[in-house]
């Protein structure tokens, strides 16, 4: 071989190897995380529901990783909210609980999040739907002016938010800083008490024979679309919304969103409000399912997976999309509303066979759905790994190849080869589940798992408060449903296992 052709062949292996080099570059898919509101673990047929059929979420498990220990990290929204954004346990964090009606920004500018570690990837971010985490400044959001901060001060592009719940007021939608559609001269206001004597409340005799649908507890404040809320408002007419409306533009804004953003790589937090009650589904959607609206709920969040998939699909970004399926927290019948959840059960168990559901550190409250789908890289498949909503910042941040600052994610561990399904992953060792008020924590190492009542106080409808100092400790390998507690025969596990749950509570971090 002549000189030059040595040369030759010499510069195409150096590019050959370069270009190999590029081809390790992380690859920045497009990242879409669904996160379901109040959905139990076996309220969709992947999962082993019967009564009901999901198909589209059922695609996703089918064709993707359908994990059977995945967690999100508290039994209410707000907690696991907070956790999932900035991958720090909510319990260290006061006031990280049920956010009200008038709630400030509880993330604060400047937090490194799942968001800004991906803004700092290159992607364009947006949230859309469910908030629940405050905004704007102390003392109240200013809800005719500027809700600064929010969203966009922690990482989003762009919002367009149900700022609380829906069962909260106000009944707005909030687009970046301002409530959307509002009328100057009809300004909208928001408080903890009754406005006017004659302010008419879902407690009123006469105003609740005519509500769309009773409450059962709570939920008797100010009256919008014939539902009874928590929280008064007045004004902002021109600004409300329907409930049953609520999910048709979650999916036509995110729609519009990922098609103005599809060229370059987005993160997309479908926060859907299904199915947090009050449940009331699009008219399409009623009596879909014998489990009445909690059931027809669960059909609607179905369907708006299925738009979300078909928006990929028909943008040709399916190979270059990741999608993650999870709930907020474990499931509830009545929650405040007479929607026939109860009456119409039948056979269907939404914690499917674990005990619990929502508020509770049993199993049933924080097990959820969790699915990754990204044809073409992830293998379908099953896992049983330990994964938690809360360590999906980390995870992106290293799917993307983006460093963590040292102070951020402090409980977010690096499971993006268990998300990803590779061979040799492992999934957590250890996990903190927690309660509301984050006084109620459970810790799971391996198949043990205790779970220590604080200082929670017992209360009438959260039977699973149970007073402090009360402790429950069980295996789980042998007893999933958490019936048999082995506090009295195994006291000396009972002691490491709350050694180790407080050694992690002071330590202020998990990640080293
Ligand atoms: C509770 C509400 C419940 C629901 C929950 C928040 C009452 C009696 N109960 O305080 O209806 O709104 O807060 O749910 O008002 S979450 O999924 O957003 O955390
Ligand atoms: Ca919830």
Not at 72 to 91: E, Q, V
Not at 312 to 324: I, P, Q, Y
Request: glycine content about 10%; aromatic content about 8%.
């Amino acid at each position: 071989m002549r000189f030059t052709h040595l040369i030759s062949l010499f510069t195409i292996i150096t590019l050959l190897s370069a270009s190999s080099l590029v081809g390790k570059e992380p690859e920045k898919p497009n990242v879409i995380v669904i996160m379901a509101d109040d959905l139990g673990w076996g309220d969709v047929s992947c999962y082993g529901a019967t009564e009901l059929s999901t198909p589209n979420i059922d695609k996703l498990a089918k064709q993707g990783l359908r994990f059977t220990q995945g967690y999100c990290s508290a039994s209410t929204c707000t907690p696991t909210r907070f956790s999932f954004l900035t991958g720090m346990y909510a319990f260290r964090q006061p006031g990280a609980g049920i956010a009200p009606p008038n709630a400030t920004a509880l993330v604060k500018p400047g937090t490194e999040t799942v968001a800004s570690i991906l803004q700092k990837s290159g992607y364009k971010t947006s949230v859309i739907g469910k908030w629940h985490l405050g905004l704007g400044a102390k003392p109240k959001p200013d809800w005719n002016g500027l809700l600064k901060p929010g969203p966009l001060e922690i990482g989003f592009d762009y919002c367009f938010l149900l700022p609380t719940t829906n069962d909260r007021v106000p009944s707005v939608y909030v687009e970046n800083h301002r409530v959307k559609g509002l009328d100057p001269k009809d300004p909208l206001w928001v408080g903890r008490k009754k406005p006017s004597p004659d302010h008419p409340t879902g407690k009123d005799p006469e105003v609740r024979k005519k509500l769309k649908m009773d409450w059962s507890h709570g939920h008797n404040h100010t009256v919008h679309n014939g539902i009874g809320r928590i929280g008064y408002y007045t004004g902002g007419k021109s600004a409300r919304w329907r409930d049953e409306d609520l999910a048709d533009e979650w999916v036509k804004q995110s729609v519009k969103w990922i098609e103005k953003n599809k060229d370059k790589p987005f993160f997309l937090f479908f926060s859907s409000h299904d199915l947090h009650v009050p449940r009331m589904p699009h008219e399409r959607f009623h009596g879909k399912t014998k489990l009445g609206f909690r059931g027809d709920a669960i059909v609607q969040l179905d369907w708006c997976v299925g738009e979300l998939i078909k928006t990929v699909d028909r943008l040709k970004l399916t190979e270059k999309t990741m999608f993650v399926f999870v709930s907020d927290n474990g499931p509830v019948l009545d929650d405040g509303y007479k929607d026939g959840a109860i009456t119409k059960l039948g056979k269907h168990k939404p914690s499917g066979p674990y005990r619990g559901g929502k508020y509770s550190i049993y199993e049933g409250g924080t097990k959820t759905p969790f699915i990754t789908y990204w044809p073409g890289k992830i293998k379908p498949g099953v896992s049983d790994k330990i994964v938690c909503t809360i360590d999906l910042p980390t995870s992106l941040a290293a799917l993307t190849g983006q460093a963590i600052p040292k102070n951020a994610f402090l409980d977010s561990l690096n499971v993006l080869p268990a998300l990803l399904g590779q061979s040799d992953a492992k999934g957590r060792d250890h996990l903190i589940q927690q309660n509301n008020s984050g006084k109620t924590l459970a810790l799971r190492v391996g198949d043990w798992k205790v779970l220590s009542y604080i200082d929670a106080k017992p209360r009438k409808h959260l039977t699973y408060q149970k007073g402090p100092g009360k402790y429950e400790l069980y295996n789980l390998a042998e007893d999933p449903q958490e019936k048999k507690n082995l506090k009295d025969s195994h006291p000396e596990k009972l002691q490491s296992m709350l050694e180790k749950l407080e050694e992690i509570r002071k330590a202020g971090r998990t990640r080293s």
